[in-house]
């Protein structure tokens, strides 16, 4: 049966191009070293390595089996990482869900310093609230950042522990060429194309309409999306506006982006999680993130 020591060895002449550099990378004793090597020679009946006065190199069926021994290697390696991650964090691959602008703008560096050293991997799933909802109920994900209209937390239920890190104000996107210098009036927009999102869960849109209503119009849609550098791109080029979330701003096209006379609130970024005790690297991101953007914890 092969030794792992065996295969490690292998790899060691390999990449030391010697025997006693073998040895020093291992910290085996040299005799060991060939013992291993001879061990695993006999086993499978073949040369592997060849010595000279120069040093060592492996042979064509040398490297074949270090070829598959450091697919070997490398997975043990994995396995007794995850172990350790496992022992020290509660896990050893954190999977976290977030809207595409979260997954951008807020999360990397709280997620860098929650993660930082343990040793933990990272799977992120980008995807719309109600998608991440339903893979956080499934524990699917450990975690996600979503947003939501203000006030409506309570419906998620008992299942979920939903907590609100800020609220990200909508702005009116308008070309740069109107530019008002204070909040402007929806009212004056309504006989403008809006730009909305491509399905019908975003807040701003149900923000958008139910303004839109009291002041006495409908707004006329000429574009569906969900990109927000399209929107800005379209608004720039004139003839459109469209009601977005601060968050989404971005720089270098020429739009500006203004308050409302209306008070058109904001939608909320939520932090959510199942319900019940969490994984300590978990808390660790929960209390990264609220240093960065939310109440002290």
């Known amino acids: 049966m092969i030794d792992l020591r065996q295969l490690q060895v292998l790899r060691a002449i390999a990449v030391n191009g010697s025997l006693a550099g073998a040895a020093r990378q291992l910290r085996f004793g040299q005799p060991t070293i060939s013992y291993h090597l001879e061990a695993l020679e ?36 994995v396995v ?130 139910a303004t839109c209503q009291l002041l006495g119009f409908r707004p006329r849609i000429v574009l569906r999306t969900d990109n927000y550098s399209v929107i800005h791109g379209f608004v720039a080029a004139g003839g459109t506006v469209a009601l977005v979330p601060e968050l989404a701003l971005e720089q270098g096209h020429d739009v500006v982006a203004r308050e409302t006379a209306q008070d058109i609130g904001a939608r909320s970024v939520l932090f959510v999680t199942p319900a019940g005790p969490q994984p300590p690297l978990v808390e660790r991101l929960r209390t990264q993130l609220h240093s960065h953007y939310g109440a002290a914890t």
Not at 43 to 58: I, N
Not at 63 to 72: K, S
């Open 80 to 209: 007794e990482s995850e172990v350790q991650a496992r022992l020290a964090h509660g896990l050893a691959t954190l999977r976290v869900g977030a809207f595409t602008t979260a997954a951008t703008k807020l999360l990397p560096r709280p997620l860098r310093r929650a993660t930082e050293g343990s040793g933990v991997r990272v799977e992120l799933t980008e995807a719309e609230p109600l998608e991440l909802l339903t893979r956080v109920r499934s524990r699917s994900l450990h975690c996600a950042l979503i947003y939501d209209v203000a006030g409506v937390t309570p419906r998620y239920g008992s299942d979920l522990y939903v907590e609100k890190l800020f609220d990200d104000p909508f702005r009116l996107l308008l070309p740069v060429e109107y530019a008002p210098a204070g909040p402007v009036d929806l009212g004056q927009f309504a006989e403008e194309g809006w730009i909305i999102s491509a399905g019908g869960y975003d807040p701003s849109d149900q923000t958008l309409f």
């Open 42 to 77: 006999s086993h499978l009946g073949a040369r592997l390595v060849e010595r000279s006065p120069a040093g060592a190199v492996l042979t064509d069926i040398g490297a074949m089996v270090l070829e598959h021994a450091a697919g070997v290697l490398d997975r043990i390696a």
